[in-house]
């Protein structure tokens, strides 16, 4: 059966990829969580550009400046190999923006960016905001809880996955091909 594969899939970037500090604007705190390299690196192999999509609030309330922010994000990058993508919201909860997650803004910008049809990616998180985005921006999402994941965003999440590598298994599963529309005639 062959696997239908993703056009892209981005990541939330603090408590998916990377431990969440919160406002972090040191790049010696930064940490993976466990196994999110092996993750990263089976959908590169697979050749599937990886991005991030990452509401970053505290750009917005002072509390890191944009060069903290790249430090950061340079970081991450060091510990987890390259993205294709990096799709960053500086802006507060009240600035309204349509890139805040859950809004379809940062999803809908890297998909543009990669030359991809948003509704051909996936996205994982670790919150509903994540999947909310996903969902808004027409894709598919998959939700890896941690202890911060409200069970109401469990419950509300069409796709669960324990971890990054079970979300990955989840992605590269083999799916049936597309199956031949009902009005569709073979030839005799």
Request: one cysteine or more.
């Amino acid at each position: 059966m062959p696997a239908r594969r993703p056009a892209a899939v981005l990541f939330d970037r603090d408590g998916t990829l990377v431990e969440d500090v919160p406002y972090n604007a040191d790049p010696g705190r930064v940490r993976p969580v466990p196994g999110a390299r092996r993750a990263l690196d089976r959908l590169r192999r697979a050749g599937i550009p990886v991005g991030v999509v990452t509401n970053q609030s505290g750009v917005a309330r002072g509390l890191l400046t944009p060069d903290a922010l790249e430090d950061v994000n340079r970081r991450v990058e060091e510990l987890l190999g390259p993205f294709a993508v990096w799709a960053v919201c500086p802006h507060g909860e009240d600035d309204r923006c349509a890139c805040r997650k859950p809004a379809p803004g940062l999803v809908l910008h890297a998909a543009a960016v990669l030359g991809v049809d948003a509704r051909d990616c996936v996205v994982v998180g670790d919150i509903g905001r994540d999947v909310g985005a996903a969902r808004a921006a027409g894709a598919r999402g998959i939700l890896v809880p941690t202890p911060v994941t409200l069970p109401e965003e469990v419950a509300a999440a069409s796709e669960v996955a324990a971890d990054l590598a079970a979300a990955v298994d989840l992605i590269l599963r083999p799916v049936p091909a597309e199956t031949v529309r009902a009005d569709t005639e073979e030839p005799a």
